[in-house]
């Protein structure tokens, strides 16, 4: 019981620090953020800090942790969904995980410093495989649902996931690029909407769907990050 507790305690503390460092980012950016100003935050001591992270990085990857957890949490619900088909529950992962980071805004932005800066290459791979294996099973299960339905025409679905993943997080790289390129006005919108559609065309593509079946750019999203 003991140990129960105790653990439970070392989780309710490790995850203030995460909050300060959301909180943070939010409002100084990653890079201006110290370690100073978490600990200045919670009025915590250097040495509680560091029983908990090793490094401002550290802080920082268990920040992304909680975001992928929390972004696929919020569209978990639709893999479940028994009453929608799966080029339906593809639509709304997408979508679902567009008005995620919109809603979080802020905090995007200021991951997007990082994901730019080479000075935190190591912590973008160890993102992106994190991805890779949580998100993987969640499209696995769509895309075996959408070959029982006959609109998918994949041999191998947890592997087509897997790909569907990779080029997801690609595109998410373009998308990063396409904003920085919006903000200094040098693409136009309708080139953002072209390439959007480019990358959806791939993903029916590889799921041997028809044609606009993927759609990856929900018009509201967009606007609000490309407009």
Do not use: C
């Amino acid at each position: 019981m003991a140990r129960t507790v105790n653990a439970e305690v070392h989780m309710v503390r490790r995850e203030a620090f995460v909050d300060a460092a959301e909180r943070l980012m939010q409002t100084r950016g990653y890079e201006q953020m110290s370690v100073q100003d978490v600990l200045d935050d919670l009025g915590a001591s250097r040495g509680a800090f560091y029983h908990y992270f090793d490094s401002k990085q550290a802080l920082l990857e268990a920040v992304l942790d909680r975001m992928v957890d929390a972004g696929l949490g919020s569209v978990a619900p639709v893999v479940d969904d028994p009453t929608l088909v799966a080029a339906a529950k593809l639509r709304k992962i997408f979508s679902g995980i567009g008005q995620f980071k919109t809603d979080r805004k802020a905090l995007v932005l200021s991951v997007l410093e990082v994901w730019l800066s080479d000075d935190n290459a190591i912590v973008r791979e160890k993102l992106r495989r994190m991805s890779v294996e949580r998100m993987g099973p969640l499209l696995s299960r769509i895309v075996e649902q959408g070959v029982a339905e006959g609109t998918f025409a994949v041999s191998a679905p947890a592997q087509a996931a897997r790909v569907l993943v990779m080029l997801l997080l690609g595109f998410q790289e373009v998308a990063t690029e396409m904003y920085v390129a919006r903000r200094k006005r040098l693409i136009s919108y309708e080139e953002v909407v072209r390439t959007m559609a480019t990358y959806g065309e791939a993903f029916d593509r590889i799921l041997g769907a028809p044609l606009g079946t993927s759609n990856l750019g929900d018009e509201a999203v967009m606007r609000e990050w490309f407009g």
